[in-house]
């Protein structure tokens, strides 16, 4: 189901299909780094995370992280979405690309799409965002969506405190 699209990226609900590349962004070193190992270690396991994590976060919330894909060729770039995690007051704004396409500006556009479906279909009026201590490519970039640093978090099942960010959706 595709979700919206923007100028150069269309969102959509990953599927079954998508386990390759989820294998690979769950595999990435800075994903590794900054969100932890995931234990996807072959296709059986991203297809088991594929339906365990995103398509029952659709059914049970009506959103989650959206495949982003280029709209020229279809390639996937990445994931971006709205999510619900325990420990969160309310929703938060996740993404994640592959190396090759960062320092695109994708992470942006795809993450203001996903702020408008939030506002716009969800009715959210304000967000919220968690990024690991040093993860500073993505705290600037919670910052450029105009969410601002509010204090450190940890949430259940993370060893380490994150810093959480939160915003008005306007």
Not at 55 to 64: D, E, F, H
Not at 123 to 129: E, M, Y
């Amino acid at each position: 189901m595709i979700v919206c699209e923007t100028e150069r990226l269309r969102l959509r609900w990953l599927t079954l299909d998508d386990a390759p590349f989820i294998y690979e962004l769950l595999n990435d070193p800075d994903w590794l780094r900054y969100l932890g190992d995931r234990n996807i270690h072959d296709l059986a396991a991203a297809r088991e995370f594929i339906t365990s994590r995103f398509l029952n976060s659709y059914a049970t919330n009506g959103y989650g992280l959206f495949l982003t894909e280029q709209l020229t060729d279809g390639v996937a770039v990445g994931i971006n979405g709205i999510v619900s995690r325990e420990g969160l007051a309310g929703p938060d704004v996740g993404f994640a690309l592959l190396p090759a396409y960062r320092r695109m500006g994708y992470a942006y556009e795809a993450s203001l799409a996903s702020l408008a479906f939030a506002r716009d279909n969800l009715g959210l009026k304000s967000i919220l965002a968690i990024t690991a201590l040093h993860n500073m490519a993505s705290s600037t970039l919670l910052e450029k969506l105009g969410l601002h640093f509010t204090g450190m978090i940890t949430l259940p099942g993370y060893e380490n405190e994150l810093r959480l960010f939160e915003g008005p959706l306007t």
